[in-house]
Structure formats: C-alpha cells, structure tokens
C-alpha cells in the first residue's frame, strides 16, 4: 500500500499569494491577450502547486523523495526491507545581535521529524517550530504506515 506525506511547499508564502494572484490574472486577461493568460494561468499554478513529498510502498518496499513540479515527480527512490519507527528530535538555535555593550540573545527550539528504516538510514520528513503540530501531523503518519512513534525531544531540551 502506498502513502504519502507532504513535506512543505517549494514556494515561501509571498510566492503562493503571488499565484493565486496570477491565476486571477490569467483567467481574466486569457480571452483579450491569450498569451499573457496562459502565462499568467501557468506561472499562478506553477508557484501553488510546486511541493515536496514523500512516497512510501509499504508492498514494493520503496520510498520516494521528491519535488513535484506540475505533476512531474523529481528526486530519488531508495528500497528498504521495514521501516523501524518515525521520531522526533530537536535542537535549539540561537542568535545574538547588538553591540558590545548590550547583546541581545533570541534562542528557540526546532523540532524535526525523521523516518528511520531497518538499516539504520534516516530520512528527514519535517521540521517545525511549534511540536504540537509537528507530531500530531507525524504521529498520523505512523499510523498509516504502521509502526511506532518516538518522541527523543525530552532529552534534547
């Protein structure tokens, strides 16, 4: 059986708006400039659509990782003999900025969802700011393809 996980959008935000922008664009100038609509029409789709995704056969024992440019899939494809968990990791990242005399510090938690298979390789299915979202996306990711969730974050922070 196959399932897929979305990962995030090839895009950031800016460029999402700016595509349902186009696609406004496109459709309303496709019948006076037809050119300019369709580029309009493509670019908008283009820049919504464009995504990172996992698939995974749990039956061929295949898993693609891969960038989806309008329904072309690009990246590679490992095999693996079982997936042994989904877990969750963390670190924390900080800056300092400021002049010598009053530094500034802003540190923050990122959490990070890995797949790791039975020959110890991982791969990298997300990562995230705030870990309530990122596990509730990830533990019913586990589910679908059967095995446990574990959570390493406590020991990190």
């Not at 999402?16 to 186009?22: A, E, F, Q, S, T």
């Not at 820049?47 to 061929?60: A, G, L, N, P, Q």
């Not at 891969?66 to 494809?77: A, M, R």
């Amino acid at each position: 059986m196959k399932h897929s996980f979305f990962i995030k959008s090839y895009f950031p935000i800016q460029f999402i708006v700016l595509g349902g922008g186009l696609i406004l664009i496109g459709l309303f100038t496709i019948l006076s400039k037809p050119f300019l609509g369709v580029a309009a029409l493509l670019f908008g789709i283009l820049f919504i659509s464009t995504h990172y995704k996992i698939d995974i056969d749990m039956r061929k024992k295949v898993c693609h990782d891969f960038l989806w440019i309008l329904g072309f899939k690009k990246g590679e494809k490992i095999s693996f003999d079982e997936v042994d968990c989904v877990f969750i990791t963390s670190t924390s990242q900080g800056q300092e900025w400021g002049p010598v005399s009053v530094r500034f510090h802003n540190k923050v938690s990122v959490y990070y969802a890995f797949i790791k298979f039975s020959d110890g390789s991982k791969m990298m299915l997300k990562e995230a700011t705030y870990k309530p979202d990122l596990k509730k996306e990830v533990r019913q990711f586990a589910r679908k393809i059967n095995v446990e969730l574990k959570d390493f974050t406590l020991a990190n922070n």
